[in-house]
């Protein structure tokens, strides 16, 4: 592969990889609310409940870290390439995630991963656009000047 080429890749490589540590950290902070204890949720009349939905956040999609398993489930999957692009996504591996995000018969979704998709994508772009930029040598670079 000619320089220009793997140094195009590689630097896409650390880009993506910047835009899912990003993204990984923005969910991140959409499950950890910690301003609410599970009896002060009951207390207030279960505001995730679907009988009467009453949801005390804006953001609603925040999630109240109780175990602290939802967090730690989140991962990002390394950068990889193909000759369609580099990918890398945000997964959670924590069995209850998908409930959490779509609901239950008795508890509402909060979709925290589209929402940062939606509200975070500036700052995710922003981030990629930073390191493919430190990553990728100037022209001057490549011509050994």
């Known amino acids: 592969m000619a320089g220009w ?3 195009t890749k590689l630097a896409a490589q650390f880009a993506v ?3 899912v540590q990003t993204a990984k950290a923005c969910c991140e902070e959409l499950l950890s ?9 009951a207390a207030m009349g279960h505001p995730y409940a679907q009988r ?14 109780q175990s602290g398993e939802l967090v730690s489930g989140l991962r990002a999957t390394a950068p990889t ?19 959490v995000q779509i609901g239950t018969e008795t508890m509402i979704g909060r979709a925290y991963m ?4 939606r509200d975070h ?14 990553h990728l040598p100037s022209a001057e670079e490549r011509r050994g000047a």
Do not use: C, Y
């Open 17 to 19: 990889g910047a835009m």
């Open 114 to 117: 589209a929402r940062v998709q």
């Open 81 to 99: 390439g193909s000759s369609g692009g580099v990918s890398a996504r945000v997964v959670n591996d924590d069995p209850i995630d998908p409930w």
């Open 52 to 65: 009467a939905p009453n949801n005390p956040h804006d953001p609603p999609e925040v999630v109240h870290a």
């Open 33 to 41: 609310a910690r301003d609410h204890t599970p009896a002060d949720l």
């Open 121 to 134: 994508a500036t700052e995710i772009i922003a981030a990629g656009e930073r390191e493919f930029a430190r």
């Open 5 to 7: 080429k793997r140094d």
